[in-house]
């Protein structure tokens, strides 16, 4: 049994699986819970819906922050209609074209910036370095290296929180099974082409069908 | 003589005193110099036609970038019209109201974010540690951190440079004075009224003041 902090803290809530499921794993730990999530013109803006929901079915306060400058920067193909989302992995070596400099650092320093205002230090998101996808700014060391800048830029004591960081995606839907959250997963989008039901081609696809394949459940979301 | 750089550079510019120093001391350095200003719904709006002019008057690409999630986030004077900025510097170990969490690390991040699709790593900034403000996220500490967080996040090897980080005010206008950007400064906004001529009563506008008077030379902008 694990003892609740009477702590808050902040879930980067994505409306994906992975976000999805730390968010499970928040209310487990800490007692105020905290759900941001970041409209960055986002082709697959269905993601916006399922985080609203999904925070609305566990009653947590929810927050969906603005952040324009990503798709002024654009020359991504998360944020810029005009550029594929790459269907392959990328070459050994390269960056996928689905890779937003900055994404994951700029969500968890507005995080940062929005726990601050409720005095909670505890953030947590979902990324994790198994991903096949090879985005840098997933990576345990740039996390440590973020939570110092962070600690030291906002005067807290932050600790990013990264439940799912060396989980394989079999390993992430058991520890989603484990703690609950199995039938949210119903609500939550990964379809990089924002399609629903899922387009099934997209690597993001391909990759949580490969977790509950190997995990031997079935996922929630094909069954709703 | 200092040798310029092949390298291109990215100046954070906010059509202030510091930045526009700090423009002048990479046009001194690098060969390809671009700046970058934010649109953050700052109450001093005026800056972002000074940064805009001053880019223009010495023949630089710029860019201004929206950053619409901090107005959102509120809380704080130099957003939230609802709150007046504070006329005298905070209390010993208190934040001023007029504190941003996480400005400086968004503007940074951002702008490296920019510079990578240039494939450019330096990044320069006008922050200053010897500031009245405390603001944290202007300390050299944090920038270390921020630079090793930009690094690995992005892969690039990312430089911070900080030209003004240790100079008092005085210092920073005899810089500009030796680097031959005195005349622009009359084009640089301060007031943190957004008041123009300055109002001359808020921090930012004693602060410059007090800089010109030190360094017994007279400010281009009240000449003007």
């Known amino acids: 049994m694990i003892k609740k902090s009477d702590n808050g803290a902040v879930v980067v809530l994505s409306g994906g699986q992975d ?12 007692s105020d819970v905290r759900t941001v999530t970041f409209d960055y013109g986002q082709r697959h803006r269905i993601e916006l819906d399922c985080a ?11 927050q969906q922050l603005p952040l324009d ?3 002024a920067l654009g020359g991504n193909s ?5 550029i594929a989302v790459g269907s392959e992995p990328a070459a050994e070596g390269e960056l996928p074209n689905s890779f937003v400099p900055g994404r994951n650092l700029l969500f968890l320093t507005l995080a940062a910036a929005y726990a601050w ?4 230090n505890d ?13 840098p700014d997933c990576r345990q060391n740039t996390l440590d290296a973020l939570q110092q800048t ?7 004591e932050f600790v990013i929180h990264t439940p799912l960081m060396n989980l394989s995606k079999k390993e992430t839907v058991l520890l989603a099974q484990s703690i609950g959250a199995l039938e949210a997963l119903a609500l939550t989008h990964t379809c990089y082409n924002g399609a629903r039901p899922p387009c099934g081609q997209c ?22």
Not at 78 to 82: F, I, M, P, S, V
Not at 150 to 156: H, I
Request: glycine share 10%; proline share 3%.
């Open 19 to 30: 976000s999805t499921t730390c968010l499970y794993w928040a209310l487990q730990r800490f």
């Open 117 to 120: 205002q409720f005095e909670i």
């Open 52 to 62: 609203a929901r999904i925070a609305a079915e566990v009653g947590v306060a929810h």
């Open 150 to 156: 962070l600690r030291l830029g906002m005067e807290r």
């Open 203 to 224: 690597p993001a696809c391909v990759l949580r069908a490969k977790g509950f394949e190997e995990a031997g459940i079935a996922d929630p979301l094909l069954a709703a």
């Open 69 to 71: 400058s990503l798709s």
């Open 78 to 82: 998360l944020t810029d209609a005009g």
């Open 123 to 135: 953030l947590v998101t979902g990324v994790a370095q198994t991903d096949y996808s090879g985005y």
